[in-house]
């Protein structure tokens, strides 16, 4: 089966840039109509959805969030990436990288995730 892991550091200091990279294995991120996502979840919180990259490399990304993150990929690596920009305390977080299998009518199908990582950001 498809398998993802989440890679990077789990500490960042505060106005300093997340960078998490996402492995994948079993599948291609390049193959349609896949989008792959991260997904956050802090403390005593529920699911986040920060943003994806799709099949064809366009992105997407919560309006909220948008200005200080950027999602990437490289093919040749089967790998996509995050990077947040001037992260605080309230960014800390298990961060997940999923597939989405995005059926139409059904809204995203979060099928195959990662076993997510803690990043704390320190004060």
């Known amino acids: 089966q498809v398998q993802l892991q989440e890679s990077g550091p789990g500490l960042v200091k505060s106005s300093q840039t997340l960078s998490l990279t996402c492995t994948v294995s079993?599948?291609?991120?390049?193959?349609?109509?896949?989008?792959w996502s991260w997904i956050r979840q802090p403390p005593r919180k529920g699911l986040e959805w920060m943003g994806a990259i799709a099949y064809d490399g366009s992105t997407y990304y919560r309006p909220s969030l948008k200005s200080h993150t950027s999602i990437s990929r490289d093919t040749s690596k089967n790998q996509f990436s995050l990077q947040l920009s001037s992260v605080t305390p309230e960014d800390t977080a298990v961060y997940y990288c999923?597939?989405?299998?995005?059926?139409?009518?059904?809204?995203?199908?979060?099928?195959?995730w990662g076993q997510g990582i803690q990043v704390t950001v320190s004060s």
């Open positions: 999923v597939r989405d299998s995005n059926v139409y009518g059904l809204g995203p199908q979060y099928d195959y």
């Open positions: 079993g599948g291609s991120i390049t193959t349609s109509y896949y989008y």
